[in-house]
Nanobody
Framework: QVQLVESGGGLVQAGGSLRLSCAAS????????MGWFRQAPGKERERVAG????????YYADSVKGRFTISRDNAKNTVSLQMNSLKLEDTAVYYC?????????????????WGQGTQVTVSS
């Protein structure tokens, strides 16, 4: 069992930065691939970034590539999402999720544990 708690969301102006963090409970965090997802009103939840269990491999949606960076610290049971050059369209609830595989799946159905989400609002 893994419990995930996100933090770091908030209101930021376009062009600004935010850093989201996800703290995981449990002693097997390093065996999970992790993903950051977002869901805007009226839209499906989409994966914006993923990271392998070791942290060696990272994956990004085209819409955030070059602006967002995912990282993890297995010693501290945390995964982070650094978001730079934020745009209005980045506004959404952001979720971290854990999958019991080595590499992060794209589809939400393949994740076993989810956090409660944190709101990110980008204003003009």
């Amino acid at each position: 069992q893994v419990q995930l708690v996100e933090s770091g969301g908030g209101l930021v102006q376009a062009g600004g930065s935010l850093r989201l963090s996800c703290a995981a409970s449990g002693r097997t965090f390093s065996s999970y691939a992790m993903g950051w997802f977002r869901q805007a009103p009226g839209k499906e939840r989409e994966r914006v970034a993923g990271i392998s269990w070791s942290g060696a491999s990272t994956y990004y949606a085209d819409s955030v590539k070059g602006r967002f960076t995912i990282s993890r610290d297995n010693a501290k049971n945390t995964v982070s999402l650094q978001m730079n050059s934020l745009k209005l369209e980045d506004t959404a609830v952001y979720y971290c999720a854990a999958a019991t595989v080595a590499f992060p799946p794209i589809a939400t159905k393949n994740y076993d544990y989810w956090g409660q989400g944190t709101q990110v609002t980008v204003s003009s």
